[in-house]
Nanobody, 120 residues
């Protein structure tokens, strides 16, 4: 079964840190770009960060720039989102996806999400 599984979410105080993981099973992430999205209650899903298949290119939403770091370890078939200086407005369900354009097809996989709650 081809799937992505996120983990690492939880409850953290403002100013704290968490590291989210996105592990692939049933396929290898090597050639896939990885992106993290989040969706807060009552809001639309928004892009947080993305990383190229080689890891050489990354992008961040302005709201997380300087606080979040995306990375990947292709040997472990896993991507990460390291979140620091967390704020209550970072509270959301975080999702990862993996995307590859191959021979005219868009191969796209989503994880099930992991809850991050920032609260004192």
């Amino acid at each position: 079964q081809l799937q992505l599984v996120e983990s690492g979410g939880g409850l953290v105080q403002p100013g704290g840190s968490l590291r989210l993981s996105c592990a692939a099973s049933g396929f290898t992430l090597d050639n896939y770009a990885i992106a993290w999205f989040r969706q807060a209650p009552g809001k639309e899903r928004e892009g947080v960060s993305c990383i190229s298949s080689s890891g050489g290119s990354t992008n961040y939403a302005d709201s997380v720039k300087g606080r979040f770091t995306i990375s990947r370890d292709n040997a472990k078939n896993t991507a990460y989102l390291h979140m620091t200086s967390l704020k209550p407005e970072d509270t959301a369900v975080y999702y990862c996806n993996a995307e590859l354009f191959l021979y005219g097809s868009d191969l796209l996989y989503w994880g099930q999400g992991t809850q991050v709650t920032v609260s004192s």
